[in-house]
């Protein structure tokens, strides 16, 4: 074989390595997709509350929508094997009784403890779920984690303005607040964040902010 019929045959070897290459690496790609934003978060979360759980509890009311937060709470519980409790705090007005029936309020409380349960479930992971009346949203969640020993509070929060930094709603600053627990907070919005706080609470609570 002369050298003029040697360099086809190398250039011919090197595409081919080429393709071989290329074909490898869409493969690899396609079954090593790159994560999104919220999983990304989601890990770094897990990561800040991996040594904090062993129990966890999301909170519902009319004003906290925790429902985005389920999935990542499931998914906490079921790889720390935490008790998980989903709890939806109904404020009674000071003109009934703390044991009031308010069968429109306790009719939207189950149907949202509804869906948290299925996607528990969905995961396989067991939950509790619990209608509780309290005259303030906030110290029915604070006197539940006290009760039940919580580790974990997770909620889902709303910016009272449209603006960044705008404040959390009431019934959550109070919680952030108070809580003598760890308190995991998604916010709603455009732009999500996953606001992580440890335990012990300073006054004016701080917390480390993901976006998602």
Not at 137 to 152: E, F, I, N, P, T
Not at 189 to 200: N, S
Request: net charge negative; proline share 5%; glycine share 6%.
């Amino acid at each position: 074989m002369t050298p003029g019929d040697a360099h086809p045959h190398l250039i011919g070897l090197l595409l081919g390595l080429f393709v071989v290459v290329a074909t490898a690496s869409t493969v690899w790609w396609m079954l090593h997709p790159p994560t999104t934003s919220a999983e990304k978060a989601a890990r770094e979360t897990e990561r800040d509350v991996e040594d904090i759980v062993g129990s966890i509890i999301v909170v519902f009311s009319s004003d906290i929508h925790s429902e985005h937060m389920m999935a990542l709470a499931a998914r906490l519980a079921q790889r720390e094997r935490a008790q998980l409790l989903a709890a939806y705090i109904i404020e009674v007005p000071l003109t009934l009784p703390v044991g009031a029936e308010m069968e429109v309020e306790r009719r939207e409380a189950l149907g949202v403890l509804a869906t948290a349960e299925a996607i528990a479930r969905q995961r396989n992971v067991e939950i509790e779920t619990r209608v509780i009346p309290a005259r303030q949203v906030s110290q029915g969640v604070l006197d539940l984690a006290k009760k039940r020993d919580a580790h974990l509070i997770v909620a889902g929060a709303y910016r009272e303005g449209k603006y960044t930094g705008a404040p959390l709603g009431r019934a959550i600053e109070e919680i952030a607040a108070r809580a003598a627990c760890d308190v995991l907070i998604g916010v709603q919005g455009h732009k999500g964040k996953i606001l992580a706080q440890k335990a012990p609470v300073a006054p004016k609570a701080s917390v480390e902010e993901v976006t998602y």
